[in-house]
């Protein structure tokens, strides 16, 4: 096996193959990304502020690997930015909206203790 992906990319002569070959990556990628989602999740729950979730060193951090990586796999490095950025970008708009669920109940919680304390 090859030491870069690019060289294992398949010769297709129809658009059947393509999309075959497409739908074989996706069925790894998907998982994957749904893994990378949920440690969004325990992002939200470790983070004490909602001011932490966007980390612009750390999205610059994971910019520069990816394009390394990229590169050593013979691939795009401007293309694989663009969908990582989309993907970094669509995680942290979860990551919030986790960050809020995940302590609304917190806040009832404290709501209900200082209204049962006022009565």
Same mark, same amino acid.
């Given at each position: 096996?090859?030491? @870069?992906? %690019?060289e294992q990319v398949q010769h297709c002569t129809t658009m059947a193959d393509v999309r075959r070959e497409i739908d074989a990556l996706d069925d790894i990628l998907v998982p994957l990304l749904v893994q990378r989602t949920g440690?969004?999740?325990q992002a939200? *729950? %470790?983070k004490q502020a909602d001011t932490e979730v966007r980390d612009e060193? *750390? %999205?610059q951090a994971i910019?520069? *690997?990816v394009r390394d @990586?990229?590169?050593a796999q013979g691939g795009q490095p401007d293309v694989l930015e663009a969908i990582y950025r989309g993907v970094m970008e669509a995680s942290i708009a979860y990551e919030? *909206?986790?960050?809020? @669920?995940?302590?609304?109940?917190?806040?009832s919680d404290a709501a209900a203790q200082t209204a049962g304390s006022a009565a």
């Amino acid at each position: 096996m090859s030491g @870069r992906s %690019i060289e294992q990319v398949q010769h297709c002569t129809t658009m059947a193959d393509v999309r075959r070959e497409i739908d074989a990556l996706d069925d790894i990628l998907v998982p994957l990304l749904v893994q990378r989602t949920g440690y969004m999740t325990q992002a939200a *729950r %470790i983070k004490q502020a909602d001011t932490e979730v966007r980390d612009e060193a *750390r %999205i610059q951090a994971i910019v520069d *690997r990816v394009r390394d @990586r990229a590169l050593a796999q013979g691939g795009q490095p401007d293309v694989l930015e663009a969908i990582y950025r989309g993907v970094m970008e669509a995680s942290i708009a979860y990551e919030h *909206r986790e960050f809020v @669920r995940l302590r609304a109940g917190h806040a009832s919680d404290a709501a209900a203790q200082t209204a049962g304390s006022a009565a």
